[in-house]
């Protein structure tokens, strides 16, 4: 009786035969096991005390685990600096691109205007050029302007590199978001711009969500662009300080690991907290199609 | 003073001319609908009030007030929306009160009207969710009460029940009638149901292609229609038109349409005299075609035999489809009636309440 009901529950939720479920829930966790295992492995590596680190041991948690790569890595390294650099430079790209990317969006998305289409093509053909072509103009770009070495600097040649798809995307969410509700927010008494950040900024936190974590995350991984334009150590984002940890006569495996570890956080925290934004279908209901 | 004079008022929208040349005067308090057909203008010539469009040509008043070019927010009018354009994120109370946020209201102010709307509305019980938990005639309250408590000089409504089912839509009819009664503002009202048009307005304006065909009290223009198109947009079912020519024998007027003819009151002397021997078109309303069985003494020069193609019960009446050789038309009659779908039966002509047309410029012959 029991088990014919939940049977039929989970009949109802999918279709699908529970020989076909096991088969998906296989290759899932495979997929899972896949994925989670490096990192295991680099948790396992920063934990090890410095004399067993080649040591082939498969265990997880090494014999003699400590947290000795930590301490060493926060308390004798420039890490805390160059973390903080990274945390301040992508957010401040976040901040930048999406207030760029907001604006321009809804001028795409609601405005005739000459230029409109060769526009927002033009803005697609920029993510075609590889970002090492950028490298040589954004930096004498940013010399040039006296930026060099410092977070506006960062920010802004990261933001250049996020913007274009950040437009893109918004664009295309605003583009759903039905003119009424601007209208009617006219009528009750706003100016176009309170209009924009009363009605069509709130309702689009799932695309904003999206493209404030592209911003962040092409922030947050540059090596590439932090080792052009940052030649004072204390300007070092992580990516560049890493460096640091290899090229002194031997690389600090172990606190190598440990740092992967610790700028993971940041990361991770950000994608939990913004999945709370990507839920979609919040302009359901406010009009009647 | 919410007087709203649109004073030759034109929008063009590159090549297409939306609204061409309207003059119109809404007085203050008045209840005013605005009904045509689907592309006709009404929903542009609502939204150049709102100044939600800008006016090609022409000037609108709103009290005293040029408007033309004062924005949307400043004009102290209100709008319904067809879709309702309810704040997605917003709550109901929020919804309402976002437009007396936005004005600066002490939060006491805004507290009582949004409460006092609700209240009338019949939807206290909803302020905390959001639009999406509710109905369809639910949202329409919203819209309803966001403009309310906005307390403007004029409301703009654009097919505000269009979107609800049948029978709400009667409700709603009746409800908004009542609420401008209480309300005691300026309602310019968007509809392209004539029903709604009858029934609501103090006065009705009929568009078409941009043009306003004719303005009048709903009566008034039920019994009077300036041309063709208003006879036959006004009313359900609608007028039946037939090509007929007039005729003058021995002093008596008729109306001949090759298969039939019936004749027309002498009162009629007056207004057709030029069009003795012409083609006209004939225009007869449903129910001015009745039974003969239930007319006593009907004039023998008025009544017609007829085929019955389909009789349709509504109830209260029956509907006949007819055919008089290449005229079809529509009889509402009584639903005693004994006309059979097949049958021939003996109609009645009304012909007191006929409206004779132009042929070439489709306007009333008076
Ligand atoms: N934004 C616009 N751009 C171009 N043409 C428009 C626009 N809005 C309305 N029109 C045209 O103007 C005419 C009148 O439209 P509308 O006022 O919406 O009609 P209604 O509300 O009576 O159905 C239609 O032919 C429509 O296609
Ligand atoms: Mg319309």
Known sequence: MRTGSRRSVFRRARGDSPAKRAVIHAVLILACVMSVYPFLRVVSVSLRPSNQLLSTDLALIPPGASLENYRALIFERDFTIWLWNSLVVSAASVLVGLMLAATAAYAFSRWKFPGRRQGLLFLLTTQMIPAGMLLLPIYIMVVRLKLFNTYTGMAIAYSVGSVPFSIWILKGYYDTIPRELEEAALVDGASPLVAFYRVVIPLSTPALAIAGLFSFMTAWNDYMMARVMLQKPNMFTWPVGFQKLMDQFQTAWGQFAAASVLVAIPALALFLYSSKWLVSGMTLGGVKE | ?366
């Open chain 2, 1 to 366: 003073m919410a007087r709203v004079y649109l004073e030759h008022v034109t929008k063009k929208f590159g090549n297409v001319v939306a609204v061409n040349d309207a003059t119109l005067e809404i007085k203050d308090k008045e209840f005013l609908i605005l009904v045509g057909p689907s592309g006709c203008g009404k929903s542009t010539t609502l939204r150049m009030v709102a100044g939600l469009e800008e006016v090609t040509e022409g000037n609108i008043y709103i009290g005293d007030t040029i408007v033309n070019d004062i924005p949307p927010k400043d004009r102290d009018i209100a709008m319904v929306f067809q879709n309702y354009a309810l704040y997605p994120h917003m709550d109901v109370y929020n919804n309402m009160a976002f437009g007396l946020k936005l004005r600066k209201f002490p939060r006491a102010e805004i507290d009582k009207r949004v409460k006092e709307a609700a209240a009338i509305l019949g939807i206290e019980n909803l302020l905390k969710r959001k639009p999406k938990e509710l109905s369809g005639g639910q949202r329409q309250r919203v819209a309803l009460g966001r403009a309310i408590v906005r307390e403007p000089k004029v409301f703009l409504m654009d097919e505000p029940l269009s979107n609800l089912d049948a029978k709400l839509r009667v409700q709603m009819r009746a409800e908004l009638a009542k609420l401008h009664n209480r309300l005691q503002t300026t309602i310019i009202y968007v509809t392209h149901d004539q029903t709604e048009a009858m029934t609501m307005g103090d006065r009705i304006v009929v568009m078409k292609d941009g043009f306003i065909q004719q303005v009048g009290a709903p009566m008034e223009i039920y019994d009077h229609p300036d041309n063709v198109f208003v006879a036959g947009f006004i009313g359900s079912p609608a007028m039946n038109f037939l090509d007929a020519v007039i005729l003058r024998e021995d002093g008596d007027l008729w109306v001949d349409a090759k298969s039939f003819r019936v004749k027309l009151p002498l009162t009629r002397f007056e207004t057709v005299g030029e069009y003795i021997d012409k083609e006209v078109i004939f225009g007869i309303r449903p129910e001015d075609i009745d039974d003969k069985d239930f007319v006593p003494n009907a004039p023998p020069d008025r009544i017609v035999t007829a085929d019955i193609d389909v009789t349709e019960p509504m109830g209260s009446e029956v509907y006949l489809y007819a055919t008089v050789g290449p005229h079809s038309f529509i009889a509402r009659v009584d639903a005693r009636t004994t006309a059979r779908d097949g049958s021939s039966h003996q109609l009645v002509f009304n012909t007191d309440k006929a409206h004779l047309f132009d042929k070439k410029t489709q306007k009333a012959i008076r």
